[in-house]
């Protein structure tokens, strides 16, 4: 087991020490205080309020209370944190401090890296994931690209699963909803020999559509089924050799989902013929319209499945550590891109081929990586770690579009190789003062092919490239009480170069990748308890400036829209965090986090004006305008998140009584980083509730729930649709996620 680092107080050390062994510190009965916690933002075991670092920390116990099934959900308590929910998974992801990738491309890196059990998923689409049996979630702020790698430059979410227990337990957990939702989980746990432990999770998920679909015949949109299995091995060689073999499968099969018509400007006419109430009878275009005319459904087939194997060495009083993991993801989705149930196959080839305008995708990333880790012990003086990574990444991706305004049939491919040495040196000046530095110097390599179908005889165009740089952090982090800290840190972050795969790749693209995305950034920072360790309050200011930011633009040069990706310029996000928890009495537990962020453009740079976008409106030529000043995509300026916990013991009773409610606001936000004025989304917030009881003995748990119980309506991407208008006149989409209508239900739990 790692050593914490000894320089903080005997207290706090034997605090730590408690939690390390049994999970927490609970509250005597002559004293009440909150618990540790213990994370790995550092790739060590640390209490959170000891490091220099801006994480969000949830056990299994927060998780369970605020109903997270989904990785989307880990924003109901975490400030600075937003999800974009788009139309398939590929075009979703999350951004912090207003910084997140939203690029279609296959080969393009994420800002937000997933990383589960220590391994860092290749793909953005992997970040949308169902979540079970998890032990710990970390959300890490800022550029993490020391020591999680290139794919971290505005942050990580570090995810651990559950570990085999050292006796036999089991669960069986069932959730029903009254929008016709049934969640069902099992796992169990336990020894099989003296030296070797498992534990085994499977899931089974159904959810009917939400999104009425008008289309004679054809199934309502939105709905998901998936199911999946988790494995974990533990074998204690030796004292001082143990190994951990992790596998898992899971596969998903959703119509998801629908692009709902929020505005059909007046005398717009879809592909120059038909008026709304022709195309889409039946419909009101409106920001809370769910209702959708599609005889394509948008399919969406996903499997993934993989391997790791993390191997722990204790040499004498330092640890080495060995992890090796092999990943697969395969995802393809169809779509209906004329949103209405129209033959227009039919009417074009008088009668030869039936049907309406679509578009296929698939794509398969197979990913591998081995990283060693060198710890030290800890001592009076200094504590380091070293480390060895190497990855390897390769994509496949098929495109196809029948819609005659904008074809597409073409196959691509992107691959890197990518090896880095890094590591961290803390060197404690006295008991109270510690700096840190820590590099990672790497080298990447990418490679891109692309082959256009549409045209008969194209050649195939390929290109490669090689980057190498060297990134780090240093922080300064001083106690100026027994419980406050004090901490100001630099951090380098890069996010990798890329080939610019969106629509294929041109001879001129193959030679110029779009550059690297790099971050400098700023903290100041502060961890505190007051009142006996009642009340923790953590805070943090922060300034990034980005430099080649990449991210999507629009280009209609070619007389059709058409999505390219770029650099964009340089941009800046700063503001200030605030977390706090308090332990009100021994019943009533109040967590607050709250966010202020100011993410603008800073270098502005010649991006496609919006539709209908006048001079006096900045669009400069008839076609680009200067974004100076301008707001990032998907950053809302205030948000606050809330969790009032509740527990009583029934003495007279065989079972105790458990409540909470929780809310999270956020500000309005824009989804276009051209700043369409209709592409937006008002301040909203939402309410979740949550009432049950508990067996005194841990056997079993019944609950009822309600999610948005206020039925705040709010969409979580918007689109500009507009290019099937052929000139016409404005059409917009919105998507609906789950969580934009009021639902209600009950969840059973078993423990044996």
Known sequence: MNKINPNVSRIRQLSLAIAMVSGSMAATAQELALEEVVVTAQKRAESVQDIPVSVTAMDSS?????????????VRLTPSMT??????????????????????????EQAVAMIIDDVAMPQQGQSMANLVDIERIEVLRG??????GKAASAGAINITTKAPS????????????????????????GPLTDSLGYRVTGYWA???????NLAEGYDDLNGEESQGVRAKFQWDISDTISATLGGYYMEEDSQCCGRNSTYWEEGALLFGVLPQEIAGPGITSSRENSKIINDTLPDAELTNEGLNLRLNFELGEYSLVSITAVDKWEYSNSEDVDGTDFDWLGILTGGVLSGGFYSDSARETDFFSQEFRLVSPSNDQYDYLIGLYYSDSDTDRTFFRNLPVAPADNAVSASTEYIALFGQLNWHFTERTTASIGLRTFEEEIGASSQDYLIPGSPEVSGDNKDDDIVGKASLQHFIAEDTMVFASYTRGYKGQAFDLTGGLTPEESENPISPEIADAFELGMKSEFWDQRLRLNATLFYTEYTDFQTQATDSTSGVV??????SGDLKTQGLELETITLLSEAFTLTLNASYIDAEINDGFGQQCWPGQ??????????SQTLDGATLPNSPEYKVAALLDYYQELDSLPFDLFANISYTWQDDIIFNINQHPDLTQDAYGLTNLRFGVSDKSGRYEVSLFGNNVFDESYVSDMLDSSVISLGTGQLLAHVLPRNSQSYWGIKAKYNF
């Open 62 to 74: 927060t998780i369970e209370k605020l109903g997270i099934q989904s990785s989307a959900d880990i």
């Open 83 to 108: 999800v974009l929910e788009s139309n398939n998974k590929t075009n979703s992801g999350f951004s912090i401090r207003g910084i997140g990738t939203n690029v279609y491309g296959v080969g393009v």
């Open 143 to 148: 550029p993490q690209s020391t020591l999680f």
């Open 166 to 189: 050292e006796e036999f337990e089991g669960t069986i957990e069932l959730t029903a909803t009254d929008e016709d939702a049934l969640h069902i989980v099992g796992s169990a746990s």
């Open 206 to 212: 159904d959810r009917d559509g939400y999104v009425e």
């Open 562 to 567: 058409e999505f390219r990706m770029t650099n």
């Open 614 to 623: 006048t001079p006096e409106q900045g669009c400069l030529d008839g076609s």
